[in-house]
């Protein structure tokens, strides 16, 4: 699955802290016309509830077996909420560093190592070291992978 961001950057300053940071948010796209949303700032709150009704009602996923919205992104840290079919496979994580996928609908198997591991709604599952891991799910699925680089 590809995946286009158009960057858009603004300048923040806090007035109160003396503190500035650049604002970083995404633009509209094909496949999602609803207008840009910000993916880095000082403070944010992302409605996951929404995300996943946006998900659910695009055509990648209608017509995929998965699709996915960053929802943040700074140096050395990525956010995203995937959505997995059933029989949807992810095997393209090969990450140094440690990320964590937690499970928010549904049930999935996760291998690393040759080793499986079943995952399902509120679990969690947290890998600390590089080599490749793969997410299968088994029923239609949500996930929020967070990836520390």
């Known amino acids: 699955m590809a995946c286009l961001l158009i960057w858009h950057w ?40 929404n995300y996943i009704n946006t998900i659910k009602q695009e055509d990648a996923w ?5 699709n996915a919205i960053t929802v943040f992104k700074t140096s050395g840290i ?15 994580y090969n990450r140094g560093g440690i990320s964590t996928i937690q499970v928010l609908e549904g049930k999935i198997v996760f291998t690393s190592d040759g080793e499986e591991r079943e995952a399902t709604s ?25 990836i520390k680089e």
């Open 122 to 146: 509120g679990q969690l599952i947290i890998t600390h070291r590089d080599g490749k891991y793969f997410i299968r799910a088994l029923e239609d699925s949500f996930l929020l992978l967070t």
């Open 10 to 49: 603004k300048h923040y300053c806090n007035t109160t802290s003396n503190t500035c940071m650049t604002l970083k948010s995404n633009h509209a796209t094909q496949n999602r016309p609803a207008g840009s949303r910000p993916i880095d700032a000082t403070n944010m709150l992302a409605d996951i509830d």
């Open 62 to 66: 209608q017509k995929s077996d998965r």
């Open 78 to 92: 990525t956010i995203v909420l995937s959505g997995m079919h059933a029989g949807a496979v992810i095997d393209d």
